[in-house]
């Protein structure tokens, strides 16, 4: 491993232990059943980052599933496709019912400055009537802060508040290697 490596390695840990100290400090008691943690993941980086969470606060976890989004080529220019032109996305999602969480933690890439399509498409089709929301993304470029409150008002159109954005950049995938 190259010094480089193993400094991003340390920086990313510090990282996610201050984001989780930040999780905890919203939730202000242990999550009890009170948590529920929503995420679209294609790589598995934005489900790594779902799993520490749900893991320190005990949330129960729904995974987003797009399929349109498949690992060969036609997904991936679809996804580039619809997240530059702001689409929503076909998505499966198990069974799930909010009215029991009081936090919603919701999770996807970034992409093209902005959360992944199968995020937007699951937010416009539920009712986040009086939940306190916490949107988390991993991405190696960055995000645009209008596009977080664009996001920001869909939540609350839907009834939600957005209490923090929580982020991991990664950096670009020849620095990862």
Excluded: C
């Amino acid at each position: 491993m190259t010094r480089r490596a193993f400094l991003k390695f340390l920086s990313f840990g510090a990282l996610l232990g201050t984001l989780m100290g930040r999780a905890r400090a919203l939730l202000a008691a242990p999550a009890g059943g009170r948590a529920l943690v929503v995420v679209y993941s294609r790589s598995g980086n934005t489900a790594a980052m779902a799993a520490e969470i749900a893991g320190r606060l005990g949330a129960a976890t729904v995974a987003i599933r797009a399929p349109a989004y498949g690992d060969d080529f036609f997904g991936w220019t679809r996804a580039s496709y619809d997240a530059w032109n702001k689409l929503t996305s076909e998505i499966e999602v198990p069974d799930h019912d909010l009215r029991p969480y009081e936090w919603i933690f919701l999770g996807s890439p970034i992409w093209w400055y902005r959360p992944s399509p199968p995020l937007w498409s699951f937010v416009e089709a539920s009712n986040l009537g009086g939940k306190k929301v916490v949107l988390f993304n991993t991405f190696n470029s960055r995000f645009k802060d209008e596009n977080i409150a664009e996001f920001r008002r869909l939540v609350e159109a839907k009834g939600g508040q957005l209490v923090d954005h929580v982020y991991v950049r990664r950096g670009r995938v020849y620095d990862q290697l």
